[in-house]
């Protein structure tokens, strides 16, 4: 709740290891919210969060298991692309020459090997993006959240990079959740697309029962 404002009702979701989710709505359904709640950016009023069975509704942000992309990148403009993706590494106290190898493998998982010395200001949208996952799954997280990752970007990036996240999930096996307000979006990468509208899951399922068997008007 935002004081009178309901963001979120009766919400409950169960989501499996490895598998690829889609919050799909409008602006305003509650989306964001639901995703930021799980991070732990915003508080729930009522109900529990849990992750791998524990209860981490009371947990901050840092102390939660998860990596975060945003719609706007938020590189760290004064780093090089190798001191961005070893951040969160350098962070968790590793020897300095396993920040280095994993830098590195992960610099070849998202095909920017050779970008490691540059500043975000001197990469394309796309390859900022990319930087940007691989920060996100740089400690092996959980959990992915992307909100909106693709949605500045143009539509023939866009649709490339559709298909790099969700071979990227693929391979690593990792839980992940994403916003979006785009139906193809949803559709061709989610396993399970969930979706929202004022605040309430309208129908939750594989994207061909989505696409088929509409639940109810608003999800046709």
Wanted: some cysteine; proline content about 5%; charged content about 20%.
């Amino acid at each position: 709740m935002f004081g009178s404002f309901t963001a979120l009702k009766d919400i409950s979701l169960d989501v499996d290891e490895g598998e690829f989710v889609c919050f799909l709505g409008p602006s305003g359904c509650g989306k964001t919210t639901f995703l930021r709640a799980i991070a732990g950016l915003d508080i729930q009023t009522a109900g529990t969060i849990e992750q791998a069975g524990i209860d981490i509704s009371a947990l901050p942000p840092a102390k939660r298991d998860f990596g975060i992309v945003f719609q706007s990148y938020a590189l760290f403009p004064n780093l090089t692309v190798e001191k961005n993706i070893a951040y969160g590494l350098e962070n968790s106290g590793r020897p300095r020459s396993a920040v280095k190898a994993r830098v590195e493998e992960l610099l070849e998982l998202v095909g920017l090997p050779e970008q490691a010395k540059k500043y975000p200001t001197q990469l394309s949208g796309g390859q900022q993006q990319r930087i940007a996952l691989a920060r996100a799954i740089a400690t092996s997280p959980g959990l992915l959240l992307l909100d909106e990752p693709l949605s500045a970007l143009d539509a023939k990036v866009r649709t490339h990079l559709r298909h790099e996240i969700k071979d990227l999930q693929d391979k690593l096996g990792i839980t992940t959740i994403m916003v979006t307000h785009d139906q193809e979006e949803a559709l061709t990468m989610a396993d399970r697309i969930v979706v929202m509208d004022h605040g309430v899951i309208e129908q939750s399922g594989s994207p061909q029962d989505i696409y088929s068997r509409p639940a109810s008007l608003f999800v046709a």
